[in-house]
């Protein structure tokens, strides 16, 4: 018998509710972790390190001197999710990328929304992700975050709110792939009692997606996935998803222009490519039209894309619907386009460019978090709670520098799910991000990448500050009990 | 295939076989230094087939046993040295590590770890032979899993041509500079000294065994020229190698590399159709001369067909 004791009545636990009573969708579970012991468990817990180790799914860490690879740390307890809850968390997903990308159109066609008077015009035109070069371009079923990656929390009042979105260029899926791979392997009889929904045909589905938004013309789209490079932090990602859905995993230098197409440079002379998943930021692109530094791209790219040639996945200027800044004003990017009222909710948001906002952020620091607007992966964000006198003074000269650089929002109680830590099993918490696909349809397999921050107390989720994953179980039908 | 995949795939292979070739030499050039260490001629050796005698005199001044094989295995800041080969093999396979099977890459990647051990221990003369065995045996796991897993695609092919126009270079400019310095001998030491320096030029291509086997007779340089230019039998001679560069270029998938493969055909049928009475009218470092630019040209003609295509 495993004790585990709920962090505090303060934070949802995904497995325990009030009284120590297991949730409906943990029963089998518990039953089954009840009857293992802790011995067994630690056991397969070195199995998965090794498995991982061997298969070499590891990261890069920037900032990282020794330049080494390091393992994200795979937890063994599952993050179980019902039914119903996935239904409302699906329907919600795709409720927001629709309007998402809706907005992306318009903000590059008629710019509907910013006469309505709904989002400032300045809030858009001069940020950074809004991309001139993409104004008046119709793109193929007019999709431009062809795959997102929607951050999501549990709060402590048991419902879901959404983090941030992440349009641009989302990972994590494929340690969603991996972490099932792995719990099948490790615990085959738990995937005998549970009715999971199957998550393996992801590539599958990306991979029709990217067909589906070709450049009308063609016949039969020759797709590839483009890489900064095996430095890159995802690269075993990059190399992961080529492999999976049969594509070239391409460099800039494998790429050229040559009379208004992209070709690749094979040993059997170049080969046409019409369309190209890019896990490349927008400035690396086309050192012609963005960063004419950058050797990761390819020159002519841009001219090309703007042809409607090729197509690029995600498309370039989808910076400008994910920032922090334009976030608090995705419920009413749904209400406009869609008519709907927002399923999944935001987190209350503090813009720090409003006077009223900053003057209230400043006196509150030590019990919000802030962040950058174009921040991600957890860096360069001060958690209040966490933080120590000075470094709350340090940022707050940083805030008072540019405060429409930042946003802040109240700490969240992140929801904690069981897991195993070097004690036992304990309380951590934890986020999710399911990933959505747009193409002839919006949809998404059902699951995500679960992260979860495995120092205690931590909130920071982030595989590049200590956060590790968990293999998201969907029910495929709830349990009655 | 991407040509970048391509050329990865070709200079893993030839990076490994590199690093093995320059063992061999570096093994046997040793052993002939302790024969008579007065000389410096031997330890030269290796540097002159891997074209660093400048560059290593610059920075050494003296040709001492411990600064050549500090030189060609260890030294981080000389291109050709064991470790940067196997660095650069590493690097390579690291790119292509979804195409390779996985017994390959762990092969590569626990050679490379391996080495660093070896590095940061350092080496001196008495432990070089067991550095330098290692070296050749983790060359021959590398061939081996390559060639007991791999599907026999464009993959397999230029992992294989890497490995066999590199062993053609190295045979051809062994044989050049082993040519060149024995035909500097005082005529008066010839024999004795010329016996020890075919027979240490055999053991470094794995061919005394087999010149006994075939010959069953004492040394000579023109039987020893047979043995590493024309015999087909003989896995490390330059037409067994053209058999093999040959065999593979056909295999590979499109029309691109026709230029290459005229080119290697015609070696293939200089090398078929000569003997060794006619190389030597010719003269045998004039022949391995134009050899050497054969291979050369070669090597460019695939980079410029099958590796950089525009």
Known sequence: ?481 | MLSRMAGCLYWMARNMERAENTARLLDVSLQMSLLHASSQDDLLVPLDVTGSTADFLQRHHTPTPQAVLHYLALDGDNPGSIYNCMRSARENAHVVRVKITSEMWEQVNGTWLEMREWQRRGLDTRSASTFLEWVRERSHLFRGAGYGTMLRNDTFHFSRLGTFLERADNTARILNVKTKQISDNEPEAENILDYYQWAALLRSVSGFEAYRDIYRDSITPQRVAELLILRNDMPRSLRACFGEINKVLARIEGQAGRAARRRASEIQARLTYSSIEDIFADGLEQTLDSLIDDINLLGKLIHHSYLETA
């Open chain 1, 1 to 481: 018998m495993h004790q585990i004791t709920p962090l505090d009545h303060t934070h949802y636990d995904e497995m325990l509710a009030a009284g120590q009573e297991v949730r409906p969708s943990y029963q089998h579970f518990a039953s089954w972790l009840n009857q293992a012991t802790p011995d067994w468990l630690r056991n397969k817990q070195a199995e998965a390190d090794t498995l991982f180790r061997r298969v070499g799914i590891t990261f890069a860490v920037y900032g990282d001197e020794s330049g080494a690879e390091r393992l994200i740390p795979f937890d063994t307890i599952p993050r179980i999710i019902s039914a119903a809850e996935w239904k409302t968390l699906e329907a919600g997903c795709i409720q927001r990328v629709t309007a998402l990308n809706r907005f992306l159109h318009d903000i590059y066609h008629e710019q509907d929304i910013l006469k309505a008077g709904i989002i400032p015009a300045e809030q858009i035109l001069t940020n950074a992700g809004y991309q001139l070069a993409m104004q008046g371009i119709d793109l193929p079923r007019q999709v431009y975050a062809h795959i997102a990656g929607v951050d999501i929390i549990r709060h402590s009042d048991g419902g879901f709110y959404v983090l941030e979105d992440n349009l641009r260029t989302p990972s994590g899926v494929s340690y969603m792939l991996e972490n099932r791979k792995m719990m099948m392997r490790l615990f085959p009889e738990l995937f005998a009692s549970h009715d999971i929904t199957p998550v393996e045909h992801y590539p599958n589905m990306l991979l029709d997606t990217l067909r589906s938004v070709s450049p009308p013309e063609v016949d039969n789209p020759t797709v590839v996935v483009l890489t900064p490079g095996q430095y890159n932090s995802a690269y075993f990602e990059h190399a992961f998803l080529a492999s999976q859905m049969g594509v070239e995993l391409v460099e800039g230098q494998d790429l050229f222009v040559k009379n208004g197409h992209v070709y690749m440079r094979t040993t059997s002379g170049p080969q046409r490519v019409d369309v190209i998943y890019r896990r490349l930021d927008d400035a690396y692109l086309d050192p012609l039209a963005f960063n004419a530094g950058s050797m990761l791209g390819v020159p002519g790219l841009m001219s090309v894309y703007r042809e409607g040639r090729v197509s690029v996945c995600n498309a370039v200027g989808t910076g400008v619907a994910d920032d922090k800044s334009i976030y608090p004003y995705v419920p009413d990017m749904i209400r406009f386009y869609l008519g709907e009222e927002p399923i999944l909710h935001n987190v209350p948001t503090w813009q720090l460019r409003k006077p009223d906002d900053l003057a209230y952020v400043l006196d509150h620091l030590p019990e919000l978090v802030v962040k950058e607007v174009h921040g991600a992966g957890g860096y360069g964000m001060l958690v209040g709670p966490a933080a120590t006198t000075e470094e709350i003074a340090a940022y707050r000269l940083r805030i008072l520098e540019d405060p429409a650089n930042f946003i802040a929002q109240p700490t969240l109680s992140l929801s904690t799910c069981p897991t195993f830590v070097e004690a036992g099993i304990a309380p951590r918490h934890i986020d999710l991000r399911p990933f959505v696909l747009s193409g002839k349809k919006v949809q998404l397999v059902a699951g995500g990448l679960t992260r979860v921050a495995l120092r205690e107390g931590s909130l920071v989720v982030n595989s590049s500050q200590g956060g590790g994953t968990k293999d998201t179980w969907i029910l495929k039908e709830d349990i009655t009990c």
